[in-house]
């Protein structure tokens, strides 16, 4: 299907369907998740032109039509199917990971305001299943699951000033440095 895109329009009405896009409430959560000041993207608000970069972006992280960013006409979605997401998932067992299918899961157990995981998959160990994001840009307070001297777990993992880290949930908390442990990723949801 065929549609006009105003390069010099105003941008303002396209933005406020990114932010609808991703699930977000306010203008600040989207230009954190974009790693952008939020006075540089009330700039680009006020400015106008067509923000292809974030348009762009969009897309590739939500599945979003670009019809529907770009017009507000058409489907936001090409299909009901995006609702769903289709995750690998991985066993627990003594330490050790192990493929164990996939798992069929609903996109609207995620709070809303926050951005989709971008590189999901499911772990199933005796206590609960997780959704656990491989993508992260850095470290901060939270549940992890991380590799120590090849055993992997799911634990809590709090910073501390100079690069270390607390950890706990399993047995005597310590401290080390972050390089010290392997993270493989950032628990986003908890399921008992």
């Not at 972006?57 to 770009?70: D, F, K, P, S």
């Not at 769903?84 to 998932?89: D, Q, S």
Request: aromatic residues 10%; contains cysteine.
């Amino acid at each position: 299907m065929k549609f006009d895109i105003d390069f010099e329009g105003a941008s303002a009405p396209i933005l406020d369907r990114v932010i609808e896009a991703y699930g977000f409430s306010t203008k600040m959560l989207l230009a954190d998740h974009l790693g952008m000041a939020p006075s540089t993207l009330s700039g680009r608000y006020k400015r106008g032109g067509f923000p292809a970069d974030i348009v762009v972006r969009c897309m590739a992280e939500t599945g979003v039509q670009l019809q529907w960013l770009v017009t507000g006409k058409g489907k936001k979605f090409d299909n009901d199917e995006l609702d769903i997401l289709n995750l690998p998932r991985k066993k627990l067992v003594d330490g050790q990971l192990y493929d164990s299918g996939y798992a069929m899961f609903d996109k609207v157990f995620f709070r809303a305001g926050t951005p989709l995981p971008l590189e999901p998959f499911c772990l199933l160990d005796e206590n609960a299943q997780y959704i656990i994001d491989r993508k992260y840009a850095e470290i901060f307070d939270g549940e992890w699951l991380v590799n120590i001297e090849g055993k992997v777990s799911v634990r809590n993992l709090v910073r501390i000033p100079i690069k270390k880290v607390r950890v706990s949930g399993i047995g005597m908390a310590f401290d080390c440095a972050i390089d010290d442990i392997d993270v493989l990723g950032k628990i986003v949801l908890t399921i008992n």
